[in-house]
C-alpha cells in the first residue's frame, strides 16, 4: 500500500529531490485531459518543402501529460524518404515520448514513422500509444500524415486535436449558453396587428435581453401613400425596447417589386409604426434589433 505524495508542498532543504516529471504530467493530463497542440504561435503548423522535406513550425505539443514545445521562430524539418512510381505511402509525423520509468531518463522527439509502400491503396503504421499515467514508457502521437503517391508528397493531414485556452472555452460556454437561452418570437409574441397583416416569413427570436425582429408581413387592406400606420406591432411588455428604437423597413408590391425604404420606429410603448412611400406597397420586410427590460 502506498502514500499520499505531497507536490506542492516544501520539504526539509537536506531530503531528496522527489518531484518527477510524470507528477506535473499528470495534473496537466487531468487539465488538459488528451494528446494535442496548444493554440498559441503557429501551433505546429506544416508546410511541404521539397518531396522530401515537411517543415514543422514552432508551438507546444502535450503527450501524456508531457510537455515540450518548437520555440517562436523556429521550427523543425522532418526528412521523407523517397516515394517510388507507380507506388503509395502514408507516413505519419509523430511526437514520441519514451521513458525508463518513474524518476527515470525521458526523451522527446519528433519523428517520422514510415508507412509500408504498396500499390494500392496505403494504410498508417501502426503507433505505439502505451497509458503513461499507469507507467506506459512510449507513446507516440500523431501530427501530420504525410500521403505520398508516386514519386510526389500529394497531401499533408493533420491529425492532432487543437486544445483551446481558457479564454477560448469560456467564450465557447457563452456560446454554447446563448443557443441554449435562444426563445423563438412568432409574430403573436411580438403583438402583430392581428386581422390586417399577416405574417409570410418569420425568423424573430429573443437571446438574454436582446429580441431580434426579422419579418415579412403584408396586408390585403387598401394602403394610402405617405399614411403612418400605427400598430403594426403592439409589442408586449417584456419584448418591448428599453428605448425609442429605429427599424428597417422595405416595402414592396405583390411580385416582390418597386421596392422603397420605409420610415419606422420601435417605440418604449410597445408601439412599432411604419410609413410606406407607396400605395402599391403592401408588403413590408422588417428587420431590427433591441435591448428589452
Known sequence: ????????????????????????????????????????????????????????KDGVIVVG?????????????????????????????????????????????LEVKQGASTTGSATDPTLTQNNLYESGKIRE????????????????????ESVPTIPMLNTYLLQLQAHHDKKTLTPTDLGV??????AVASNSYKIGKTVHLNIEIYTTATIVANNVYDNVFSIPPQYRPLNDTVVNVVASDGTYKNPVACTSLAKENGNLFVCIPKATNNYLFIDAEWECA
Open 1 to 56: 500500500m502506498g502514500e499520499l505524495k505531497g507536490i506542492t508542498i516544501n520539504t526539509n532543504p537536506a531530503a531528496e529531490a522527489h518531484i518527477y516529471a510524470e507528477d506535473d504530467a499528470a495534473i496537466y493530463q487531468s487539465i488538459v485531459g488528451s494528446d494535442g497542440v496548444m493554440m498559441i504561435g503557429q501551433q505546429c503548423e506544416s508546410q511541404v518543402i521539397s518531396n522530401n522535406k515537411v517543415r514543422v
Open 65 to 109: 501529460g508531457h510537455f515540450a514545445r518548437i520555440p517562436y521562430g523556429d521550427y523543425i524539418d522532418c526528412e521523407i524518404v523517397n516515394g517510388q512510381s507507380g507506388r503509395n505511402r502514408n507516413d505519419i509525423i509523430i511526437a514520441k515520448f519514451i521513458t525508463t520509468g518513474t524518476g527515470g531518463i525521458d526523451t522527446y522527439t
Open 141 to 160: 502521437m500523431p501530427l501530420y500524415r504525410v500521403v505520398i503517391k508516386g514519386l510526389s508528397i500529394t497531401k499533408v493531414e493533420k491529425m492532432f
Open 193 to 198: 396587428r392581428a386581422g390586417v397583416w399577416k
